[in-house]
């Protein structure tokens, strides 16, 4: 199992995807030190992790490529945006930490979807989150209790982290978690409907999906 999980960790990301990795390690460094580097990694080691996890399992097997820039792009992809703006725009204390929260929340929705697409291919009660029909685990804008609980305690349990490094107040956790529950929430929209009719890819539904946690913080904040 441990050799398994380990080739699959290997195979998960391309050489594309580390060096994108790399300059998002370094954009995030400049923009809030060695803390905001490792809350990004630990997301990268949790769902490169979980999607090893479900490759070698039994269900729902099914071909895939290893993760390279595009992809990181899509997933990470505004993170790394907000943390150039910050380095480069020099904002205010309140804007940085505005664009902070939103920075966090963006990468907790790429967490909350992977993980709840990873655990919810367990749970055989998935549902079309637009029409509540019964689909196959897996299926582009499928939902399931299971993976929606794991999804929004993986939300939460980032928040915490970011919290813990520094990066956040405690009082930015529950609209941390909030905005990036509802981040994953619209990549499962988009999916069920663009993405199944073949007007937007994976790639754009992730990076829509991550944008939409960080409007949220920016809205509920200008508010």
Known sequence: MKGKLAEEFRANIAFSG???????????YKAGGPQAVALMLNV????TLSSGIRSISQVNRR??????W??????LGLAMALALLIIV?????????????????????SLSDSISHDVGIFDSAVVSITSWKTVQPGQDGGISLLGS???????????????????????????????????????????STFQQRGLLNNGTVNFLGTSTAALVVILARAL
Do not use: K, M
């Not at 919290?163 to 929430?185: F, H, K, Q, R």
């Open 18 to 28: 580390v060096l994108f990795i790399a300059l998002q390690a370094w954009c995030l």
């Open 44 to 47: 990268v080691f949790i769902v």
């Open 63 to 68: 071909p895939r490529s290893a993760r390279n």
């Open 70 to 75: 595009l992809s990181a792009s899509a997933n």
């Open 89 to 109: 725009a020099h904002p205010t204390a309140s804007i940085r930490h505005t664009l902070f929260v939103s920075l966090c929340a963006s990468i907790g929705a």
């Open 149 to 191: 609980f794991a999804g929004g305690v993986s939300a939460l349990l980032h928040a915490f982290l970011a919290y813990s490094l520094g990066l956040i107040e405690a009082a930015d956790v529950p609209l941390t978690t909030a905005a990036a529950c509802l981040g994953n929430l619209a990549d499962s929209l988009l999916g």
